[in-house]
């Protein structure tokens, strides 16, 4: 499917394309048979490092990078190599891994004064696993492909535990004859590696995964509250929503309410989880894509607006689920 | 937990009720010994007329009424009792049934001029399964308690395939000792019967359902809509949602993008199901019991502003997951 | 208008009407001109207590009840008459103004054990200056009129200094012919009288209003806020909207924002003015007659939402302005 | 305050830039007395072509370009010259005014391989009167200065009517000392024109403006409907709210419902006046700013579904306050 929309265009392109697209299909497959030469990381934050140290794991020499110098520290006594900057590890590694917090951010480390496209090699797989805009994405993938290498976006779900433990998700968007070679890596650091189309669409499907996610936690927490007020048990609501139309990850998973699960961060003063700051930004960049694109998302409009103003009223490092505890509170004249 | 809540108050009290209470509970002994006496039942519209032939399929006399005469026809040639109020109904049966299309009617039939208080009997069961406000089955249980009777609240879920199959849900809120009496009638029409707590808990226990439904449905209609314009496959994206934290019922069991699903609604022109206007009717209601306590339901309050809209833009009578349609018309100049 | 709709119905039942209103007019023609003939006043809270005074200060004799009897003993050492019930007020006047926190109070000062129409005589004009759900200013109105007497809603616009300074606005809904004789009084404690319409017409005038003004309120607030944080000057920004279509009440007159204007609650950290709670509870009234009638109010809804959470958050006794303190704190991690 | 912004900074650079700005306003000083010099205009559209034909009236020689060559034609009947290209206009004038549709063009225009910095004379002074988002204002200021040459922000109120009578409004962003330059030329198109800070700060002061203006005719289309529902009548209403605190210029100056005012798009069936999808553009521009400053704004998120969701269901071409129609169209079943 990717294929055709990525292959639609005049024949005569598309000959000329197909000519690149075999020779590009050997250089890949010369990159997956040369396994365990090394892969660039890019990014050591709190996402960054346990993934990196995934690969180190499965016998991969790491290229390593972070605009903080100590973040590479830890990965000099691992054996990595560390560079001083993208343009660095572009110029030892053709498989290049980037996690980073923001779109500016990855506009600077691929396209920046001494960003990866000053030296990248053609032929090389740069796997972007920052969520940031899928316009942002596809900007960056048309200034790769402009030097003869491939771009994937390949955002992750799954937090720092998952990272640690290499059960993320990856979300995998570009040209589907590359996605082997990216999953061949992507498999050190998570259980789940979904193609998802041409290039952005992994983005895509994060950011509407999360935007439903942020939806459907909110309205637990107002059914949840509203069920409550009325007299009704919190564990025996819980119960009915689950067996009822209103079930949802959120309300059979994750449930907000303190009491009615235990192992999740309701049940842990709402510490650790999906911070609240995290779940404003990418319900941020959902907006913009809708806004772009003239889609209307009235309440992923709301659910932005909601987790913008917790963020402001000290609930930004909680866990997510705390839009309970935001929404319980009484008012006391 | 209902029972400790019904029953606090000072100890005098308390001893008193407890008498009135056992002496009541032998009445509904005697009743449930006496089943296959006659069962009254009023409202035999839609959702009423085949629950009502459950009952006669399980060998109860049953006692009809409806404001529509001819709605009681159908019921002479099954061997019914056809009466002229909903007082007639309440001196011939002491176990009635009511299912009514709102609140005004719901008090009209049990306090009104010919309601059912006029003639009801001392310890009769009256099992309301309108979908009212909470709080109007608070003060119809207050009125019926003041005769000597028993009042609940049943309201169902499931529509009217549900209803002809018997397999309805029920969920019931009233006194804990009568429960059993209830369920007895109840499982002639549904398939589920759930004790919620004290009265008005089956409202509302319906109400939190029906808007978290709603607040997840038109969530998913946003986030499938999104994706579709930022490039992927629908039933793609239905799948990533349904392994990952998205997931709810409206995107796993009833997803609202034709094509996605078999079976459903959005498969068959959003005809069948459960109407727009039935939704825009239970979200008013938990649009109301927020605003009386004071909760705040900020995707509850704009999901019910949605499904109003819809209604005055001609999806009055297709199923509420036609959302997905009204949100993705395109903007043509 | 009002007598049009009023006096719309079949030919016999208006030339009956038509009786039964001139012997009333009469009626009322006598109590006008009997002016300075006591006058009940029920409801000595913050508003009702300066009112009442008022009522004493141009000579009319004032029958007093409150709920708290210590609210009336101030009004015992300016001469007034002080009750025990409703009733009584009732017997000893024939026009009672009642001023009432809520609905539900409402009700049962006009309908309860001891309440209004207990005693109320033939011909009496009761004006209630509540803010309460128009619906129920209606039954009211119909359970007045079975005993002969004229009710009419006339809540009023402005605070406890303009309640002192005898400059509140009344918004009067009920019979025409009735308004002169209301008029006579109202002007005692208002210096704007407005006929609106049918019973119910002066509440949904202030529903309406002030639900226009907390959504323009909000508006101003988000608008200064976003230009503040885009760079402009908040006094420049403010000049600029209030000579642009963006001008608003809350812009030029009250503009939420410190520094922009003097002697407004925002110069003095949001003090005095009118409550977020009082805002709040008048939304909630907007809310419910916007759902009995089916109306999509989507930004009423949301502004709702709003100050219900403000309420929640520690500022339920700040003016109504504070929505901008309320969305402007930053977000510290 | 602008200027204390812009100079801030270590105090060599501002010795260094403080010979650069007196020997450039010594430059926009010769720009000055050299009136009647050529003026390029780029982006003759509705707004652009009327805009450049009162510089053409006002006795300036016009050098024009447009995307669509037929858009020129006129212009060359009128003497103007005719360019193939940003760049071309660049060349031949040192004072351009740019009005084009959305940030992307903008961009194009300025930046792209034909743009006006590909030819622009150092110390030109470049007006952008566009509706862009304030960040692409910020972008495009730099790589001006860049390039020796000024650039301001100064998008206009006021439609095409305005435009042709000369009398719009221009918000200007920009070095405090350039903005006499820039007035002079404006006042020709325009009556008013309002020095609003830094580069930026003309767009911000716009998008601000029509987020509140959006969010308050929204407000007013739901008060008169609701109250129209509640009884009132229209007119009566929007008096009663034009001298209370509801006051806002939709309900005064552009009342939205049909009847209440003459000379307004809703008493000519919504034609004329500020298109549904031009304010739904606007609002998107303030998403964004919102989105990237991390400013709440609930209602005005709101605001932009709702005029997103209008531009679907055939209002995209009607005046904005065409929002009472489509909140009022009733439900038919």
Not at 39 to 50: A, D, E, Q, R
């Amino acid at each position: 499917m990717a294929a055709a929309v990525v292959l639609g265009g005049p024949a005569g392109w598309w000959r000329w394309h197909r000519r690149v697209r075999a020779a590009r299909a050997a250089m890949v497959c010369s990159r997956a048979m040369a396994s365990k030469t090394p892969v660039g990381f890019i990014g050591l934050g709190n996402m960054g490092n346990p993934m990196a140290k995934n690969l180190v794991k499965h016998g991969y020499p790491v290229i390593a990078y972070d605009v903080f110098p100590e973040a590479c520290k830890e990965f000099q006594d691992l054996g990595a190599q560390v560079t001083d900057s993208p343009a660095d590890v572009a110029e030892r590694a053709d498989r290049i891994i980037t996690m980073l917090p923001s779109s500016p951010n990855a506009i600077e480390v691929y396209t920046g004064a001494n960003g990866i496209l000053k030296k990248v090699k053609k032929g090389s797989l740069l796997i972007d696993s920052s969520t940031i805009d899928p316009a942002v994405s596809k900007e960056l993938a048309k200034a790769v492909e402009k030097m003869g290498a491939v771009f994937m976006d390949a955002p992750v779900s799954g937090g720092v535990g998952a990272a640690r433990a290499g059960n993320l998700t990856f979300m995998v968007g570009g040209v589907e004859q590359e996605f082997d070679a990216a999953k061949e890596l992507l498999t050190c650091m998570g259980s789940n590696v979904v193609y998802c189309g041409e290039v952005g669409t992994g983005q895509a499907a994060k950011i509407c995964n999360n935007m439903l996610l942020a939806i459907s936690m909110i309205g637990t927490a107002e059914a949840m509250n509203l069920g409550i007020r009325l007299g009704l048990d919190p564990k025996l609501l819980a119960k009915i929503l689950n067996m009822s139309s209103g079930r949802c990850w959120s309300s059979d998973t994750y449930n907000p309410v303190p009491g009615v699960m235990e192992g999740v961060p309701s049940a842990n003063n709402y510490q650790g989880g999906f911070g609240t700051t995290l779940m404003a930004k990418d319900l941020g960049l959902a907006q913009i894509s809708a806004t772009n694109t003239k889609t209307p998302v009235p309440l992923g409009s709301q659910a932005h607006q909601i987790y913008r103003m917790m963020c402001a009223k000290g609930y930004a490092l909680k866990d997510f689920s705390a839009v309970f505890q935001f929404l319980r509170e009484e008012e006391n004249l």
